[in-house]
């Protein structure tokens, strides 16, 4: 197990632009705001959207796109760094007109709309590196334990 202790940093409201990628434009904001560490949940808005879901055997995430219109019913995640830049892994529920659920890591979504909640990881210490075990890049076992250690 690895445990990252931390306190409580800044804490951003964001209205998210129509017609951007979402997990680009979450990733800017970290790069722009020197996040390096964060909680993240959004709600909203997508035109359009891939959910992955990852083949424990076959180590690949498996792609499927979503057309839109869909609502975020929820988007919850987290920041860390990956190579030194922000990287924002996120797990979407989404649902159509229909009632339809579909989840599944978020690949990417264009935004119709959406408000994110940036929760700062102050003095956290996230880095990702591949993980052989899985196949992922995992928040990395050699990475110090935060604060007070």
């Known amino acids: 197990m690895i445990i990252e202790e ?3 940093g800044r804490s951003l409201l964001a209205r998210l632009d129509h017609g951007a990628e979402m997990i680009g434009q979450i990733a800017d904001l970290a790069r722009e705001r020197r996040i390096k560490a ?11 959207a891939d959910l992955g879901f990852y083949d424990q055997a076959g ?20 920041i860390s760094l990956s190579e030194g830049c922000p990287f924002v892994h996120a797990h979407a529920v989404l649902a159509d007109s229909s009632g339809r ?9 264009t935004i119709f709309a959406a408000e994110l909640y940036l929760k700062e990881l102050a003095q956290a210490d996230l880095n ?7 196949g992922l890049k995992l ?11």
């Open 128 to 134: 990702r590196d591949y993980d052989s075990q899985t």
């Open 139 to 149: 928040w990395a076992a050699e990475q110090s334990q935060g604060i007070g250690h």
């Open 59 to 78: 180590r690949e995430y498996m792609v499927r796109p979503v057309e839109g219109p869909v609502e975020i019913a929820s988007c919850t995640g987290n």
């Open 101 to 109: 659920v579909l989840a599944g890591h978020l690949v990417r979504g």
């Open 6 to 8: 931390s306190i409580a």
């Open 38 to 48: 964060a909680a993240i949940s959004a709600i909203g808005a997508l035109t359009r």
